[in-house]
Antibody, heavy 116, light 107 residues
């Protein structure tokens, strides 16, 4: 059974950092491109980043480029999102998902709140 | 960025009704469009990919259509378990973008 579990969400102050993790089970993470997508009530669903199956190809949305870093550890079936210089508008539920065009499987999400 | 505009934003229909949601892209995206269902407190679930292809395990009362800039998503015979918000998403270009969502409720 395919499962993705995010962790690492927390309350953090503006300017702070946070590292999100996504652990996969039931399939080989190395077979899939992976993406991070976030959701807020105000802005809805917003694509954040994706990484190729071996990590050689990476793209970011303009709103996070230069502040967020996506990475993966296929040996441990894990995906990461390092978030630095966090801003209030980064507050969202963050989902990891399989794919770079079509998101077949999603995790349950982890809440990141940026507030002083 | 490609803007995705859905309508209506919300609708209410009777069990058994046919429900249609539309999604318009700000530029042509061929058939590079997916539809997702999201129930409260849950992650989105892929329903339709490449505009008209039913994802495995999704009931056949769901369907999608369209190409270019105009797309539709239909539920034939609305069921109580279909209460959710539905989103379109384009993958013709980066950044991938989603519609704002269409909330479906039962009358």
């Amino acid at each position: 059974q395919v499962q993705l579990v995010e962790s690492g969400g927390a309350l953090v102050k503006p300017g702070g950092s946070l590292r999100l993790s996504c652990t996969a089970s039931g399939f080989n993470l190395s077979d899939h491109y992976m993406s991070w997508i976030r959701q807020t009530p105000a802005k809805g669903l917003e694509w954040v980043s994706y990484i190729s199956n071996r990590g050689y190809s990476i793209y970011y949305s303009a709103s996070v480029k230069g502040r967020f870093t996506i990475s993966r550890d296929n040996a441990n079936n894990s995906l990461y999102l390092q978030m630095d210089s966090l801003r209030a508008d980064d507050t969202a539920v963050y989902y990891c998902a399989t794919g770079k065009r079509t998101y077949n499987y999603w995790g349950h999400g982890t809440l990141v709140t940026v507030s002083s | 960025d490609i803007q995705m505009t859905q309508s209506p934003s919300s609708l209410s229909a009777f069990v058994g009704d046919r429900v249609t949601i539309t999604c318009r892209a700000s530029q042509a995206i061929t058939n590079y469009l997916n539809w997702y269902q999201q129930k409260p407190g849950k992650a989105p679930k892929l329903m339709i990919y490449a505009a008209s292809n039913l994802e495995s395990g999704v009931p056949s009362r769901f369907s999608g259509n369209g190409s270019g800039t105009d797309f539709s998503f239909t539920i034939n015979s609305l069921q109580p378990e279909d209460v959710a918000t539905y989103y379109c998403q384009q993958y013709d270009n980066l950044p991938r973008t989603f519609g704002q969502g269409s909330k479906v409720e039962i009358k």
